[in-house]
């Protein structure tokens, strides 16, 4: 998975709680990415990073903010959980905008 | 908005066919086209892409071929063999971080 991990690999938390999802990256890639896999819909962006402390928002964003204060480390995090936030969450980065994305190995989160 | 469409959502094909799924855009600025493979439990991977200026590209087994003027490009496989079973995933890329994703092509071959 080209240099990428991503923490915890699964989650289970209650409505309402914030959660923290992080992914780490050895290959010093400029843009990283978080996405959302549902059944029916691909891969959705939430976020991305295109810099330390660079970020903007992407297709289904509320609920969601990041931070990125180290090129290796970008967090996702839901301020407060709701059920329909239960998904498989992608990290995935790249070296040039333009060019292909890799992913990580997705972290599994249920929202009860 | 932009989207992409892909279909069919399920292949089956024994071992050996060929497997077939297309995709078409709507934002007629895109320009690069990759393929992703994702086997179960793992996160996507790129197979193959294509950039707008090319109409086809081959990797081995994989080919894709790219019509703009109709908005849509398709994915190749010959020779398929049971490994090749995963969901495969297109999308459509302007760059800028603007990529939009097929739904996904559930892919079995039969042995």
């Known amino acids: 998975d080209a240099g990428i991990t991503q923490s915890p690999r699964h989650k289970v938390t209650e409505t309402g709680t914030p959660v923290t999802l992080r992914c780490h990256q050895t290959e010093n890639h400029r843009y990283m990415y978080w996405y959302r896999q549902d059944p029916g819909h691909g891969l959705r962006l939430i976020h991305y990073?295109?810099?330390?402390?660079?970020?903007d928002k992407g297709e289904v964003s509320d609920g969601y903010s990041v931070s990125r204060s180290k090129t290796e480390d970008f967090l996702l995090t839901l301020e407060s959980a709701t059920s329909s936030q239960t998904s498989v969450y992608f990290c995935a980065i790249s070296d040039n905008q333009v060019d292909e994305q890799y992913f990580g190995p997705g972290t599994r989160l249920t929202v009860t | 908005g932009e989207n992409v469409e892909q279909h069919p959502s399920t292949l089956s094909v024994q071992e050996g066919d060929s497997a077939v799924i297309k995709c078409t855009y709507s934002?007629?600025?895109?320009?690069?086209f990759p393929w992703y493979k994702q086997e179960l439990g793992k996160g996507p991977q790129l197979i193959i892409d294509?950039?707008?200026?090319?109409g086809e590209k081959k990797d081995q087994r994989i080919a894709v071929t790219l019509n703009k003027t109709a908005k849509h490009f398709s994915l190749h496989i010959t020779e398929t063999q049971p490994e090749d079973s995963a969901v495969y995933f297109c999308?459509?890329?302007?760059?800028?971080?603007?990529?939009?994703f097929g739904a996904g092509t559930r892919l079995f071959v039969k042995a």
């Open positions: 990073s295109y810099g330390v402390k660079d970020t």
């Open positions: 934002d007629s600025a895109s320009n690069y």
């Open positions: 999308a459509a890329s302007t760059g800028g971080f603007k990529t939009i």
């Open positions: 294509i950039r707008s200026n090319v």
